[in-house]
């Protein structure tokens, strides 16, 4: 882990003015609900972790959020910002975390890490690659962060599975954003791959200040990194600290074993 990562992790305060607001969230599919009167907030330095099971709403959930689906009903606000009214540079304050990682396996791991400066630079300089010497500096001090500052100039698709995962979040802290999504980021990794990449994203949401949402299908890893645990099946089930997510909770959101 890059020393840039600073050792001291503050704590979310829940007297602090939310980074995220969802209200009201609804989206249907073909008369299909797939979410409904979704209601939640992220703080500033905090970990969420939604859990539910497979066709629970998650993923409709986090492109409703990130702008990249546009709901029937109910409002997203970033920093008090309405999304829906945001332009596309707004939208890079939200930074997205797919779980097959989404890199161009021919490019470099530095220049997969750039691309989270398109949204700063004109479009003609994006196309060609043509980044300037901070946008590169920066890039370079992402991958340094994740820890992979060795592997710059080495092709992604020669890297493991964990390396090109951390390669996708060094591209989300090259974005800058105030928010992190992170839909199943681990569910194509190995074990010891996935503990550490989880321990990255709690990382930098306490060293960056990033507000980080995280779905998963291990709840052991949501009671061991998150600081908040939001159970869905299409509506909220139960939202809790997560020293408060039990073996009655668990049975609620997946029945019982």
């Known amino acids: 882990m890059s020393t840039r990562l600073r050792a001291a992790l503050p704590i ?14 609804t989206k249907t599919f073909k ?3 797939a979410i409904a009167d979704i209601n939640l907030s992220l703080l500033e330095h905090e970990f969420v972790a939604v ?12 492109r409703c959020i990130a702008g990249l689906l546009r709901p029937d009903r109910g409002t997203v606000r970033l920093d008090a910002d309405d999304i829906a009214q945001s332009t596309g540079r707004d ?8 779980q097959q990682f989404n890199l161009v396996s021919r490019l470099t791991a530095l220049e997969n890490v750039l691309a989270g400066r398109l949204g700063y630079v004109p479009m003609w300089r994006g196309c060609l690659r043509r980044f300037g010497p901070s946008d590169r500096l920066l890039a370079l001090e992402c991958l340094d962060r994740v820890g992979l500052l060795g592997y710059a100039m080495q092709r992604s698709d020669t890297l493991s599975g964990g390396q090109q995962q951390r390669v996708a979040i060094a591209r989300t802290l090259a974005q800058q954003p105030r928010v992190i999504i992170a839909d199943e980021p681990v569910a194509s990794l190995d074990p010891n791959s996935a503990d550490s990449v989880m321990a990255l994203l709690r990382q930098i949401a306490r060293s960056e200040g990033v507000a980080i949402i995280c779905s998963l299908h291990q709840p052991h890893f949501a009671r061991s990194y998150a ?4 159970g ?26």
């Open 51 to 62: 859990l539910g099971p497979s066709g629970a709403g998650k993923t409709t959930l986090f």
């Open 31 to 33: 008369g299909h609900v």
């Open 232 to 257: 869905l099946r299409g509506r909220v089930m139960f939202e809790v600290p997560v020293g408060q997510f039990d073996q009655a909770a668990h049975a609620q959101l997946y029945g019982a074993p």
């Open 227 to 230: 600081d908040r645990i939001i």
């Open 91 to 98: 939208r890079r304050r939200i930074a997205f975390v797919f």
């Open 12 to 25: 979310p305060s829940e007297s602090a003015s939310p980074r995220l607001v969802v209200g009201g969230l």
